[in-house]
């Protein structure tokens, strides 16, 4: 069974405090693996796709690496703007279904 | 104008009521999904549909239904609601690989 788990579930930091997030997952094969940004009350964002090993995609202060067990979306000099459940989701090939994991709720405190 | 749009956005019902969730997209995708988010779980999949006569049973189907009415338009539909079908309705877009995300539907079933 194809599964994501995410760590911490939860992480403040101060304003300019850089870190990482971790997604460890186990899937059959992987079609791609899903960064997302969800804020309070809306809908998931679409941050990055990551396709195979070694690949990495950056955005503004985001940056998504990815091995063959886990990906970190490492956060640099993080803003409180940042603030926002992270979450992860792989899928795997051959299937529609997206398999989330609970998220990283982050706090970057100004 | 937002690219995938949820109708109601809020909702409260009693338990045995007939609801129905509706979702249009102009992003042209041909790939639509609904999805379920509770609290410690994640997001689930109900269905989802490649096209107008194309739909799928997601990981937890059971007590709802859907209808593709065109390209655009995918409804969600829970036929005797009950309150553990409280909880938060996402629908979303694909065109490939990315999912995109409507703004939710937070239904409460008394």
């Known amino acids: 069974e194809d599964q994501v788990t995410q760590s911490p579930e939860a992480l403040r930091l101060q304003e300019g405090e850089s870190s990482s997030l971790n997604c460890s997952y186990t899937v059959s094969g992987l079609r791609g693996l899903f960064w997302y940004r969800q804020d309070p009350g809306k809908g998931p964002e679409f941050l990055f796709t990551l396709y195979s090993a070694g690949e990495e995609k950056e955005k503004e202060r985001l940056k998504a690496t990815l091995t063959k067990k886990e990906s970190f979306l490492h956060i640099t000099a993080p803003k409180p703007e940042d603030s926002a459940t992270y979450l992860c989701a792989v899928q795997a090939d051959g299937s529609e279904k997206l398999v989330f994991g609970k998220g990283t709720k982050l706090t970057v405190n100004p | 104008d937002a690219d995938v749009t949820q109708t109601p956005r809020n909702r409260i019902t009693k338990t045995g009521k007939r609801i129905m969730l509706e979702c249009s997209q102009t992003?042209?995708?041909?790939?639509m999904y609904w999805y379920r988010q509770d609290p410690g779980l994640g997001l689930r999949l109900i269905y989802y549909s490649f096209d107008v006569k194309d739909i799928n049973k997601g990981e937890i189907s059971d007590g709802y239904s859907v209808s593709r009415q065109a390209q655009a338009k995918f409804s969600l539909s829970l036929e005797s609601a009950i309150p553990n079908q409280t909880a938060l309705y996402f629908c979303?877009?694909?065109?490939?690989?990315?999912?995109?995300f409507g703004p939710g539907t937070r239904l409460t079933v008394t």
């Open positions: 979303a877009t694909s065109g490939s690989y990315e999912q995109y």
């Open positions: 992003k042209g995708h041909d790939r």
